[in-house]
């Protein structure tokens, strides 16, 4: 368990964590998740391995602060038109990245190394703050909009369930079908 929670620090210790998760992601690369050690992460960032056992305790913790970064979106949903399309689009790239190999080793990661469950709660911030803004934005067009909770329970959770306890053929109709359960139970 590591001593203190992460917090997305500034200055030094902003650059600190961005060489190690650098670090991380190169040797990754190079040398398969296998080969990783917290002396030789910490070679390649320029830090000791001290350093890197004070922030992150263990090389799982690491592995799993990383793998939260790397679940970050990049951008906010496109918008599509209308409520029903910004969902579905959101909701196939959603499914698209989790259920992709990478994708699954990173959810894995997050939740190995999450002793309290605050990476799994930043990835579920992550995923409420997309669906909210698609929320929002068909709101604002004077779309009638399911509650937040609505959409993650009945969109996120099942999808999260089968990425990572049903593995197998997870496709774009599977996502539409999530999405328009989800909008008939606010009709419902």
Not at 75 to 92: I, K, M, R
Request: hydrophobic share 40%; glycine share 8%.
């Amino acid at each position: 368990m590591s001593p203190r929670p992460m917090a997305r620090p500034g200055g030094r210790s902003a650059r600190v964590q961005q060489s190690v998760h650098d670090a991380v992601r190169e040797l990754e690369a190079e040398k398969g998740r296998e080969g990783l050690t917290v002396p030789m992460v910490a070679a390649r960032a320029g830090v000791t391995p001290s350093t890197v056992y004070r922030r992150w305790g263990t090389l799982q913790e690491l592995l799993s602060d990383v793998a939260v970064e790397r679940l970050r979106p990049e951008a906010p949903p496109e918008d599509h038109g209308s409520l029903v399309a910004d969902l579905e689009a959101w909701a196939e790239q959603f499914l698209e990245e989790m259920s992709s190999e990478a994708g699954r080793a990173y959810i894995r990661d997050a939740l190995l190394g999450d002793p309290d469950g605050s990476n799994a709660g930043q990835c579920s911030s992550y995923a409420e703050e997309q669906v909210a803004a698609v929320l929002d934005r068909a709101s604002e067009r004077g779309e009638d909009v399911p509650a937040s909770e609505t959409v993650l329970d009945l969109v996120v959770a099942p999808m999260m369930y089968r990425i990572l306890f049903r593995p197998g053929h997870l496709d774009a109709p599977y996502a539409r079908q999530l999405v328009a359960n989800a909008l008939s139970e606010q009709d419902g």
